[in-house]
Nanobody, 124 residues
Framework: QVQLVEAGGGLVQAGASLRLSCAAS????????MAWFRQAPGKEREFVAA??????????DYADSVKGRFTISGDNAKNTVYLQMNSLKPEDTAVYYC???????????????WGQGTQVTVSS
C-alpha cells in the first residue's frame, strides 16, 4: 500500500526557515513525480513545487509565490523528498501536502497519492 508521510511542520516567525520531509513507501517512487501542495484556511489547495523522476534528480518547478525561497529535493536512497522553506512569510501559513504521480503536473489531478498533511504556521 502506498504511503506518504509528511513531517517537519511547525510554528515559526516570519523570516525563519523550515524543512519538510515526505517519506514514501509501498511503491517505486523513484519513477514518480513528487510534489508539494498547500492549503490555507478558506482557500483551495495550490501547487507549491514538484520534482520530476529520474531518481529525483530531475527538473524542478515552483509556484511563482515561492520561487527563490523554497527548494524541493529528493533522496532516492531514503525514499524521501524534502521541501526547504526559507524566508517564510505569514502568507505561507497552510497545511502542506506531499503528493506522488506517475505523470508530471502542477495541478492536483495527476497526483494519485497524497500524504495526510503537516501544518506550517508563520507568525508576523
Amino acid at each position: 500500500q502506498v504511503q506518504l508521510v509528511e513531517a517537519g511542520g511547525g510554528l515559526v516567525q516570519a523570516g525563519a526557515s523550515l524543512r519538510l520531509s515526505c517519506a514514501a513507501s509501498g511503491g517505486t517512487f523513484s519513477r514518480y513525480t513528487m510534489a508539494w501542495f498547500r492549503q490555507a484556511p478558506g482557500k483551495e489547495r495550490e501547487f507549491v513545487a514538484a520534482i520530476k523522476s529520474r531518481l529525483w534528480g530531475g527538473n524542478t518547478d515552483y509556484a511563482d509565490s515561492v520561487k527563490g525561497r523554497f527548494t524541493i529535493s529528493g533522496d532516492n536512497a531514503k525514499n524521501t523528498v524534502y521541501l526547504q522553506m526559507n524566508s517564510l512569510k505569514p502568507e505561507d501559513t497552510a497545511v502542506y501536502y506531499c503528493a506522488a504521480s506517475a505523470w508530471y503536473g502542477t495541478k492536483e489531478s495527476p497526483y494519485a497519492y497524497w500524504g495526510q498533511g503537516t501544518q506550517v504556521t508563520v507568525s508576523s
